[in-house]
C-alpha cells in the first residue's frame, strides 16, 4: 500500500507544444507505469492534441468549464464534478473553454499515445459552438 499526499514532490510540468495548444500544467501526484496520475491545470483556451490510452482515462473536474470531444464527433462540455471514463484506443481531445481555467485529476492506465494532430483554433472554435451553455 502507498499513501500519496497530493504529489509526488516532482516539479510540475510544462507540457510542450508538441502536445498541447496553450499552457497546461501537470503536477504528479503518481507517475509509477503503468499508471499515471496527475492534478492538471489548463489556462483559458488551452487544449491537447489529440491522442489514445492503451488501457483507460479517468478525468475528474474540479473547477472551471471544460471540454471533451471524441474522434466519432461527440463533444461534451465538462463542469465541476463531472467524471469521464476513455476507454482503450479511443482518440479524443480535452481542455478549458475559451474564458475559463479548468482544473482536474487524470488518472491514465498504460501507455499514452500522442497523435501528430493539434486542435487548432477553427476546430476548438466549432466544438465549442456545437456544445450549448447548459448541454451535456
Known sequence: MKIVRGRTGDA????????????????????????????????????????????????????????????????????????????????HWHGASPDSFVTYFVLSVGSTEMLDRPVGDAEYTAAWAQVAPDAS
Open 12 to 91: 510540475v510540468r510544462l507540457a510542450g507544444p508538441d502536445q498541447v495548444t496553450g499552457v497546461l500544467r501537470m503536477d504528479p501526484v503518481i507517475d509509477e507505469a503503468p499508471v499515471r496520475a496527475f492534478n492538471v491545470a489548463f489556462e483559458p483556451g488551452g487544449r491537447n492534441h489529440w491522442h489514445r490510452h492503451e488501457v483507460a482515462q479517468i478525468i475528474v473536474m474540479g473547477t472551471g468549464e471544460g471540454i471533451i470531444a471524441d474522434g466519432t464527433g461527440h463533444i461534451h462540455r465538462l463542469l465541476p464534478g463531472d467524471v469521464v471514463h476513455v476507454g482503450a484506443g479511443e482518440e
